[in-house]
């Protein structure tokens, strides 16, 4: 089955810096990447999703990459805010294969003034 | 739309106690899943259901039941509470296994003593 590895699993950045959350997928013919975030005692929500025939997707301060021979996908976000502070998760799947969606391990984003 | 919602937010139990967390969702959608979240795990897929009458295991299954008798509800029943059952739990829907973004609901803490 799929696997899934995120990290950092903790990142502290400065306002207005960018930071990064990387994920390494082990299925080669996994073709959804879906990013989460999380706030503090709520459910997941889906912020940003790329699928495997495109190689980055951005949406206003937020972008996704994804290297599909490296099998790896990244989150990026620019110019962040305290509001940013949150635990992001990773996930991959095979569309309409029957497969379920395979989640990181989260990474816990705390924004500093 | 509502979305997905569960009932209770915090529960407390002892350990072999038996109760049900129960799940709803207002978008007509097909599957249905159960995680349990706990620190440094991500998200682990408990049971789903690809529709009414149809459910299946998932990662971690042992100890908990479920059942699907509407499209709109899955509750998540623990027959005899044990402390490793403690964690927060969230219910998510999809409008097919596969296929769309999956939303998820606030969440449930739970606490077995």
């Known amino acids: 089955g799929e696997n899934v590895e995120q990290h950092p699993s903790t990142l502290s950045v400065q306002e207005g810096d960018s930071a990064v959350i990387k994920c390494t997928y082990s299925d080669s013919a996994s073709n959804y990447f879906p990013w989460y975030k999380q706030e503090l005692g709520k459910g997941p929500q889906l912020i940003i999703d790329?699928?495997?025939?495109?190689g980055e997707k951005k949406d206003q301060r937020i972008a996704v990459t994804l290297n599909k021979t490296a099998k790896h996908f990244s989150l990026h976000i620019t110019e962040t805010q305290p509001e940013d502070s949150a635990v992001y998760f990773c996930?991959?799947?095979?569309?309409?294969?029957?497969?379920?969606?395979?989640f990181g391990t989260g990474t816990q984003l705390k924004v500093e003034l | 739309n509502a979305g997905v919602t569960q009932t209770p937010k915090f529960q407390v139990l002892k350990t072999g106690q038996s109760m049900t967390l129960q799940c709803a969702q207002d978008?007509?959608?097909?599957?249905m899943s159960w995680y349990r979240q706990d620190p440094g795990m991500g998200l682990r897929l408990i049971h789903y259901s690809v529709g009414a009458g149809i459910t299946d295991q998932g990662e971690v299954p042992n100890g908990y039941n479920v059942s699907r008798s509407t499209t709109e509800d899955f509750p998540l029943r623990l027959l005899s509470a044990a402390p490793s059952q403690t964690s927060v739990y969230f219910c998510a829907s999809r409008r097919i296994l596969g296929e769309g973004e999956q939303f998820f609901g606030p969440g449930t803490r739970l606490t077995v003593l």
């Open positions: 790329i699928r495997s025939n495109v």
């Open positions: 996930a991959a799947e095979l569309t309409g294969g029957g497969n379920k969606l395979t």
């Open positions: 978008m007509n959608h097909e599957y």
